[in-house]
């Protein structure tokens, strides 16, 4: 609904205006944004068969890849959203690292003398304000989360190998 005085002021000035559906996702680009992250973030923890509880890693993850990257907007000048905004270039190392709840062993320092100090678990995603730039949110096989600098991804032979596979499944 348009009020007679808004549709006069809209007259006298040359212009029209377009009323979108409420609701619809094209209404606000703010929106826009936020629906293109959600998919992703659906696309990401569908793939990766992570349970529903760490969602909010992944939304993270996907926030900082998509402020990370280069859009062909006029306003970025072609640049990403973190340059134009903090006028620093953004560090991508500690997301193309890993993918999103990829399997990695990380160091568990406490782990006493016979047991393995190479521990098998899953990565959620860089742990801002923790550690170093390439710190990662790790995922034990306790269920707890913690920050992890000391980890590496599966190596191939790991990866189909049928003792590692038992050991993933247990997981």
């Known amino acids: 609904q348009m009020s007679t005085d808004l549709k006069k ?14 609701g619809t996702p094209w209404s606000n680009k703010a929106e826009l944004y936020i629906g293109l992250i959600k998919e992703a973030v659906r696309k990401d ?17 996907r926030a900082r890849i998509n402020n990370l990257t280069a859009k062909d907007l006029f306003q970025l000048h072609g640049s990403n959203a973190y340059t134009d905004l903090t006028h620093d270039e953004g560090d991508i190392s500690n997301l193309c690292q890993y993918g999103f709840f990829e399997w990695c062993y990380h160091r568990d320092h406490r782990a006493p003398f016979p047991h393995n100090r190479e521990v098998l678990g899953r990565v959620l995603g860089p742990a801002t304000g923790e550690g170093n730039e390439m710190c990662q949110w790790v995922l034990k096989s306790n269920g707890k989360v913690v920050p992890r600098r000391t980890l590496r991804p599966l190596k191939v032979a790991e990866l189909h190998s049928e003792e590692e596979k038992r050991k993933r499944r247990l997981f």
């Open 45 to 61: 923890m569908k793939s990766s068969n992570c349970p529903l509880a760490f969602w909010d890693y992944c939304v993270e993850r």
């Open 9 to 22: 002021f809209l007259t006298s000035i040359g212009t029209s205006l377009r009323i979108l559906e409420e």
